[in-house]
């Protein structure tokens, strides 16, 4: 399990727990629980699923529903 995490105009991935080995980040393995930038195109594995960083525009909150 990971946390993606929005700080200001930067965006991170934060390994919280991992039964399936480490979380990869352009197939680096991630064994802290440290917070790591991620850029565009960045290729993200997590439990056997890739996926792909795009940063297209800037965060907006939702409206309170």
């Known amino acids: 399990m990971v ?7 930067k965006l991170f ?3 919280l727990q991992s039964e399936l080995g480490p979380p990869l ?3 680096r393995p991630i064994k802290d629980h440290d917070r790591h930038p991620l850029q565009q195109d960045d290729l ?3 439990a056997g699923v890739q996926m792909v960083v795009t940063i297209d525009a800037p965060t907006r909150e939702a409206p309170a529903p």
Do not use: F, K, S, T
């Open 3 to 9: 946390a993606l995490i929005r700080d200001e105009d």
């Open 25 to 27: 980040i352009n197939h």
């Open 13 to 15: 991935l934060q390994p």
């Open 44 to 46: 993200l594995e997590v």
